[in-house]
């Protein structure tokens, strides 16, 4: 491994702060797809700091959040002030979190409201697409009159903007952040779905049985990307009854004290049963706790609830994965990685940035760094140096970068 690729890395990550620091500020943009990866909400207002076009993404924060991450370009509108933005985001406003599943194989999205207008993209039967608002386009006839629909501005998980006549959408609210789980569920047939929730009390037993964690467990899991400091095994819900211990339930029904704790919510509830109120969704009696399940396999639940007069709501899902098995894995990976860096110097110079010693995997000394100081290194650091490994590279950066390591210098407690 060479020097250049050592030490990037660690510049890059350094350069990274100064951007987010100085409040380079690019304008603010509106999400227009949901992002699962960092659990954020179509219709969400952002501040983008950065513009890659090498790399296509956005680095932005959430307003008020001093943490920064990168989104794809076409997830967001065009940077502009924020009072712009805001305008853009009511705009949107009526189809928030609204999606469609195309019906017909060959849609086309066109670059006008107009039926004979170019077409910019052909869509897939079962390609999930964006609605972002209605617009007055011409009526589509077929040979019999007027068809039934509106044109809708659109966009394709690919960045394709358009038109489309809805005849031939099937229009979905997305719940959460997984927008493709969302749809597959609202296309689920009760009658084909094995294990599907009915109120028979052996089911319920079942969704007591599972392990319910926050649903960015799960999209960790997905991506390959586990997130330590996150994934805690104390966090999720459990309903509080130890189904083993208090056996059958078909004829006492269902009493415990569910407990949620989250990162954001926390609550306990204590119910005497549980009972169907409607297909799929279920209340805690005695308490203001509901239930929805969805998922092919009633995998995802959502928690309803009220705080102080507000009403919340939190999404759950079913691992059968380990999680104490998985951070611990990921632990190891990252001490290996780390293992394996230092074993490539252990000592790595730069006329311009000094010279780094690894003495062990987590320990480093640096020296002779003038020329950082005080724009990326306090003046008040002192040249010892823990090495953390706590951040993902993008996908983009590896084929110039092995990684991203955190420098922890004595007497520096946070970057600036």
């Known amino acids: 491994m060479s020097f250049r690729k050592i030490f990037l890395l660690i510049s890059a990550f350094l350069l990274a702060g100064i ?36 790399s296509q993404v956005y680095v932005v924060s959430i307003p008020g959040s001093k943490e920064n991450f990168e989104i794809p370009l076409w997830q967001a509108t065009e940077p502009e002030s924020k009072a712009r933005a805001l305008k ?60 039934e629909g509106e044109w809708l501005r659109v966009l394709t998980e690919t960045g394709t903007y358009g038109w489309c006549f809805s005849h031939n959408l099937a229009l979905f609210q997305a719940e959460g952040f997984d927008v493709s789980a969302a749809n597959q569920d609202s296309s689920i047939k009760t009658d084909d779905v094995k294990g599907e929730v009915n109120g028979d009390a052996s089911i319920i037993r079942a969704l007591i049985a599972k392990k319910w964690y926050p649903e960015s467990f799960a999209n960790m899991i997905k991506v390959g990307r586990i997130d330590v400091k996150r994934m805690n095994p104390a966090l999720g819900f459990s309903f509080g009854i130890d189904i083993e211990e208090n056996g059958d339930y078909s004829s006492t029904g269902f009493a415990g004290t569910a407990v949620l704790n989250t990162e954001n919510a926390g609550g306990t509830w204590t119910y005497t049963d549980i009972t169907k109120k409607a297909e799929k969704e279920y209340e805690f009696k005695g308490s203001n706790l509901k239930m929805s399940i969805r998922g092919a396999g009633s995998d995802t639940m959502i928690l309803q609830y009220s705080e102080k007069g507000r009403p919340k709501q939190e999404t759950l899902v079913a691992l059968s994965e380990d999680i ?31 010279t780094i010693k690894f003495n062990n995997e987590n320990s480093v000394t640096w020296t002779n760094y003038k020329l950082l100081q005080p724009g990326i290194i306090s003046n008040k650091a002192i040249g010892s140096v823990t090495v953390t490994l706590d951040y993902f590279i ?3 950066l590896k ?17 600036h």
């Not at 098995?325 to 000094?354: C, D, T, W």
């Open 324 to 354: 104490e098995a998985l951070l611990e894995n990921e632990l190891a990976r990252r001490q290996s990685e780390l293992k394996r860096i230092a074993g490539a110097g252990p000592v790595f110079k730069s006329s311009n940035y000094g």
């Open 88 to 147: 853009q985001q009511k705009r949107f406003s009526d189809f928030e979190h609204t999606y469609a599943s195309v019906k017909l194989d060959g849609l086309p999205i066109r670059s006008d409201a107009v039926n004979t207008s170019k077409q910019v993209y052909r869509l897939r039967e079962g390609e999930i697409i964006r609605c972002l608002y209605r617009g007055a386009g011409a009526a589509v006839t077929n040979g019999k009159g007027n068809m």
């Open 399 to 415: 084929s110039s970068y092995d990684g991203v390591i955190t420098m922890h210098f004595t007497g520096m407690e946070e970057w």
């Open 394 to 396: 993008a996908g983009s």
């Open 19 to 54: 951007f987010s620091s100085c409040g380079r500020n690019l304008g603010y943009s509106v999400l227009l797809w949901s992002n699962s990866e960092h659990e954020i909400a179509d219709g969400t207002l952002l501040k983008v700091h950065i513009k890659s076009n090498i």
